[in-house]
């Protein structure tokens, strides 16, 4: 059934007219009479490759827990599924409302796969950290869509953008919906709960997370912030870009520190997110196609990454750095498939996240030379901590007391990574096709 759905999403793609901004392919069923909101469908050339990259995330999640998930089984594929179901509709929703509903039914799936199926004994309350961080901020959001909803009688997204706001107004708005975006983004000061939520998710549940939620916080600040509230949107730009590069000096410095494997990689994701709003807010072509293009390759990379510390934790039953050593011996497949996303994670050139943070460079610099300057470090310190993890990991003496002579990546595994190479080479190597949708 993700296989079925995963290449009806690709057949999107292939009928997708690029010579035109409109959405596509729209639906709208009536919902509610008063105060006159549809559920309102339909896609363009920034939500397309979100939903291809929900359904070939989903059939990849599945495989993963085939014989990793012990309890529940049926449950789980449910959650997956519904899970699925919820972000397709986040990123294809014209509505206001209705993609608030589905931005906070994605939680309830996640909250269950965290609290049901998590790796440690502190599951629960990752899984309760989790909700609570981002449900409250979105509380903020849904005051401002009902505002919205008196003020103009719609909260049709096509007609939203033409509406005018005074600039306090659109101040208020603003804040009221970057409560909820920023969390999950996420951005420092709120973005304690993401490294739990990694650690104590399945591997699945990681990838799902890394891959497509944390998408939500940047697509929704292109989709409703900027579009709508251009005047608060330039007010706020100086305030975004110091939390970004706060975030990614921050977060990089403090992925040095960690000793678990999880976190290692869900700190890098925090500032690879907040790169993602450098380029958003640089407010132009540049900046804004490197930021899609990073979002698309973090999902890729990202993932990846938790799918290799998923084939180790399965092996040797813990993720702390230092009782890996010398797997090159014992895993030469693992290492070298490992090796390709430590790279592709540190922007290497010909990879996708090189394509994308040289964008946003570019189109930073445009506005802000500082900003782009210091944003450059995040790249510096990512050739820091990724390399190091990857030589602790993988080279040095192997240490028999802790690990096992285990085999290597079996077929089912490695037919797992193989779509994540393909697709991480095909946007490094020729972005143009992502690019000119």
Known sequence: TSLITFLYSLFFWIR??????KFQFVETIRWLPYP??????????????????????TPI?????????????????IAF????????????SLDLLIFYVFLESVLIPMFIIIGVWGSRQRKIKAAYQFFLYTLMGSLFMLLAILFISFQTGTTDLQILPTTEFSERRQILLWIAFFASFSVKVPMVPVHIWLPEAHVEAP????????????????????????????????YFTPFIYALSVIAIIYTSLTTIRQIDLKKIIAYS?????????IGMFSLNIQGIEGSILLMLSHGLVSSALFLCVGALYDR??????KYYGGLVSTMPISSTIFLFFTLANMSLPGTSSFIGEFLILVGAFQRNSLVAALAALGMILGAAYSPWLYNRVV??????????????LNRREVLIFLPFIAGVIWMGVYPEVFLEC
């Open 16 to 21: 997708f007219e690029n010579d035109t901004a």
């Open 61 to 77: 999640c599945i495989l993963v827990g085939f014989y990793s998930v012990k309890s529940y089984k049926k449950e789980y594929m």
């Open 269 to 277: 994701s925090v500032a690879h997110m907040n790169f993602v709003t």
């Open 36 to 57: 006159n909101i549809n559920f309102y469908i339909g896609i363009d050339g920034i939500s397309l490759f979100f939903v291809i990259l929900t359904t070939f995330l």
């Open 203 to 234: 591997t699945a549940g990681s990838v799902i997370l890394a891959g497509i939620l944390l998408k939500l916080g940047t697509y929704g600040f292109s989709r409703f912030s900027i579009p709508m509230f251009p005047e608060a949107t330039l």
């Open 316 to 321: 040797h039953k813990t993720r702390i750095v």
């Open 81 to 92: 599924f519904i899970c699925e179901s919820f972000s397709i509709a986040v990123f294809c």
């Open 395 to 408: 080279f040095g003496n192997f240490k028999p007391n802790f690990l096992l002579k285990f085999s290597d």
